[in-house]
């Protein structure tokens, strides 16, 4: 069975950066695309990033594209989310899952707090 551990969140000021990682266990990450979500208060869960699978291509909504970067280590097969230039709408629990048509079961997620 597939497990995902989100890990890295915290609380940051306004304008600082975090990297969250998202191991895989079970699975060849190499195999499979990969997107972070994230569901802030009161919102619902939206995915936000996205990568293939050699990391060829990416990519980010308007929302957060210049911000974030999305990587991955195959051979780790880690999934990483470099968070620059952090604002309070960012605060959220942020999980990782497959890009792939069915979702993997959701890990416990990481909290990421963005506030002064």
């Known amino acids: 069975q597939v497990q995902l551990v989100e890990s890295g969140g915290g609380l940051v000021q306004p304008g600082g950066s975090l990297r969250l990682s998202c191991v895989a266990s079970?699975?060849?990450?190499?195999?499979?695309?990969m997107d972070w979500y994230r569901q802030g208060p009161g919102k619902e869960r939206e995915l936000f990033a996205h990568?293939?699978?050699?990391?060829?291509?990416?990519y980010y909504p308007d929302s957060v594209k210049g911000r974030f970067t999305i990587s991955r280590d195959n051979a780790k097969n880690t999934v990483y989310l470099q968070m620059n230039s952090l604002k309070p709408e960012d605060t959220a629990v942020y999980y990782c899952?497959?890009?792939?048509?069915?979702?993997?079961?959701w890990g416990q997620g990481t909290q990421v707090t963005v506030s002064s």
């Open positions: 899952n497959t890009g792939s048509a069915i979702l993997w079961p």
């Open positions: 079970g699975v060849t990450l190499s195999r499979h695309v």
């Open positions: 990568i293939t699978t050699t990391a060829g291509d990416t």
